[in-house]
């Protein structure tokens, strides 16, 4: 079957759920289906089975098609550690870290771009039935679709039915339209050729009332609106933002720094599950307030992150309420825990090592290989959630612990994991997908619940798969009634 691609007008026109959608609809008709998405710039990944790394939403719409997360459905993933520099991982293993300028145009990264594509998509083509394809931001970049690799050019390289996704939600989406195709035309002509049709996506209200500017469009742009679809309360992961709560009456407040480069800050979206929980994500010393636990999470760029918490005062804050209010770190907020960042090599970043936080009594070495695996974790006896009993999780990092001269939180079949304040409630770990394990996250709330004086929670905790799988198939139900597609 010929390759499906969703495209943009724009980036969050619902480019990744419409693919998660089409997903699990295709394979609900009883095909092998593999997303595809050439190239994803997002610090929220995924580690494989075999131990490498992909964008996180890739992942999620393989599950959504009932198949197994693979590099080759992913093969370039872009994660910006400064303004102007990101690592660039290629089937699941770092590459290099490339500029901007050389990234688009050097030549030799673009041949290994190209080739790493090629071969992902033969693979693809090779295994499935089906490629449901994504792309990335708006289509119609002038300034980029000469080195493009993710857009038209990947769908050239797959010979894939393009459909445009606009968001009519945030207003204008006829222009939106409209103005897409003409920039594509005076760009890149030959693309229009690609071009089979567009979809309204993010509807609220009577599609009725669409009909008299659909049939302006249509006649307009020569290409069908092939299905105006709703807006949809989805429990899927978000790609690369962090999730915005609304809790009315929470009985407990966590508070996470929301760091400059903040990475997969998914891993805290299972506490917003929790009854009378609410996450709120902190930027600024002065709104912190006196939250009930403080978590510092992942990010792509340690050092740099530290020194931006230094530079704004959320340095002292914390360090005043450290202990007062458990305070948690995890993978690289768990590394500004420690006595010193060290990185001679520049591995992190440009700045070379500094002090960290001093709050757990380790360092952390900065290494040329990265750490990106899955694992099983027991519990020791120092752990506070010890009762909760073995997770599952992943860890991708550059930072290794040496003087380490706390007590650790988990073993595991290659070592230990994380360090424990011996006094104070302070702890951290490496593992992300912590809270997916529903019994963690409900011990921890639990905890906090304690020492608030409140009662204990008892209701049956979280089936965090059971919820998605509903949300694949609401989403694929919706698009089968609401799209004409082949």
């Given at each position: 079957m010929k390759p499906i691609m969703i495209q943009g007008t724009s980036t969050n026109a619902g480019k990744?759920?419409?693919v998660a959608g089409l997903c699990r609809m295709f394979a609900n008709r009883g095909l092998r289906v593999a997303p595809f998405k050439a190239q994803n710039m997002a610090l929220n990944s995924y580690v494989t089975e075999h131990d490498e790394e992909i964008g996180r939403s890739t992942a999620v719409q393989a599950v959504a098609a009932r198949q197994t997360p693979t590099v080759h459905m992913n093969p370039i993933l872009l994660k910006p550690k400064s303004d102007g520099v990101s690592q660039v991982i290629i089937h699941g293993k770092v590459y290099a870290d490339v500029s901007a300028s050389d990234y688009f145009k050097a030549e030799?990264?673009?041949?290994?771009?190209?080739?790493?594509?090629?071969?992902?998509?033969?693979?693809?083509?090779?295994?499935?039935?089906?490629?449901?394809?994504?792309?990335?931001?708006?289509?119609?970049?002038?300034?980029?679709?000469?080195?493009?690799?993710?857009?038209?050019?990947?769908?050239?390289?797959?010979?894939?039915?393009?459909?445009?996704?606009?968001?009519?939600?945030?207003?204008?989406?006829?222009?939106?339209?409209?103005?897409?195709?003409?920039?594509?035309?005076?760009?890149?002509?030959?693309?229009?050729?690609?071009?089979?049709?567009?979809?309204?996506?993010?509807?609220r209200g009577d599609t009725r009332l669409l009909h008299p500017a659909i049939h302006f469009a249509e006649r307009e742009t020569g290409l069908p609106i092939i299905g105006v679809v709703p807006y949809l309360d989805l429990n899927l992961e978000e790609e690369d933002r962090v999730r915005v709560q609304e809790c009315e009456n929470p009985e407990v407040e966590i508070a996470v720094v929301h760091l400059p480069r903040i990475s997969n800050a998914n891993d805290f979206d299972p506490l917003m599950h929790e009854p009378r929980v609410r996450v709120s994500y902190v930027k600024r010393p002065e709104d912190l307030g006196e939250p009930d636990?403080?978590?510092?999470?992942?990010?792509?760029?340690?050092?740099?992150?530290?020194?931006?918490?230094?530079?704004?005062?959320?340095?002292k804050r914390l360090l005043e309420m450290a202990g007062r209010v458990p305070l948690i770190g995890i993978c690289g907020g768990f590394e500004m825990l420690?006595?010193?960042?060290?990185?001679?090599?520049?591995?992190?970043?440009?700045?070379?090592?500094?002090?960290?936080?001093?709050?757990?009594?380790?360092?952390?070495?900065?290494?040329?290989?990265?750490?990106?695996?899955?694992?099983?974790?027991?519990?020791?006896?120092?752990?506070?959630?010890?009762?909760?009993?073995?997770?599952?999780?992943?860890e991708i990092h550059h930072g290794?612990?040496?003087?380490?001269?706390?007590?650790?939180?988990?073993?595991?079949?290659?070592?230990?994991?994380?360090?424990?304040?011996?006094?104070?409630s302070i702890w951290g770990t490496f593992i992300h997908d912590l809270f997916r394990n529903p019994h963690i996250t409900r011990s921890f709330v639990n905890k906090l619940r304690a020492s608030k004086g409140l009662p204990l929670l008892t209701a049956p905790t979280v089936d965090y798969s059971r919820q998605r799988e509903a949300s694949y198939d609401l989403l694929a139900e919706v698009l089968e009634n609401t799209l004409t597609l082949p």
């Open positions: 990744t759920t419409l030799d990264v673009r041949s290994v771009k190209l080739a790493a594509l090629r071969e992902s998509i033969g693979h693809l083509k090779n295994n499935y039935d089906l490629i449901i394809a994504e792309g990335a931001g708006s289509c119609a970049e002038p300034n980029l679709r000469e080195y493009d690799v993710v857009n038209m050019a990947a769908a050239h390289l797959l010979n894939a039915d393009v459909y445009i996704a606009a968001d009519i939600d945030k207003g204008g989406v006829f222009a939106d339209m409209l103005g897409t195709l003409r920039v594509i035309e005076l760009t890149e002509k030959k693309d229009l050729a690609l071009i089979r049709g567009f979809i309204i996506n993010k509807f636990a403080i978590i510092l999470p992942g990010t792509k760029n340690t050092i740099e992150d530290l020194l931006h918490l230094r530079s704004n005062g959320m340095e420690g006595n010193h960042l060290l990185d001679e090599g520049r591995v992190e970043s440009t700045r070379g090592s500094t002090r960290g936080l001093g709050l757990l009594n380790f360092d952390i070495h900065f290494l040329a290989e990265k750490t990106v695996t899955r694992r099983n974790y027991t519990p020791t006896p120092s752990n506070p959630l010890r009762a909760a009993g073995p997770v599952s999780g992943y290794a612990i040496r003087n380490n001269r706390c007590q650790p939180l988990y073993d595991h079949s290659h070592g230990q994991d994380g360090a424990i304040h011996p006094k104070r």
